[in-house]
């Protein structure tokens, strides 16, 4: 195999990840959301409205709640931010110093995360070829 050959390959499997985490996502959702539970469908839209432009940029707002779900260790809440912070153009080094901020206030037992959040981001980055 040559090397753009592993290359390519490796882009495949690290997309993965990405695809997947979307797909179950979105069909989780689709699978609560069917119910119509009035209080469910409101946690749902705050979320949702929590995160948009206000007093703080939504880019703060998702780098503060990718540090909250590190610290409190959701791997799919930091999958879910990972994916809106590179939509929102946050760079790799904002990024690690988030997450120097999460394994400072969140202590060493975040790191297992941290590993997967990065595996992760570099997915996201392979998927777009930057």
Known sequence: MTSSEKGSSNNNAMSKPVEDFNAYRARM???????????????????????REGALPVKT?????????MVLRCDDCIRYHLIKCHENKIT??????????????????VIPHFRRAVEFWDALNEDEGT
């Open 29 to 51: 959702n689709e699978r609560i959301l069917e119910q119509d539970n009035l209080v469910i469908r409101r946690i749902f839209n705050i979320d949702t409205n929590a995160y």
């Open 61 to 69: 707002k998702e780098l503060l709640g990718l540090v909250s779900s």
């Open 92 to 109: 790799t080094e904002e990024l690690f110093e988030v997450f120097a901020i999460a394994n400072l206030v969140g202590g060493t037992i």
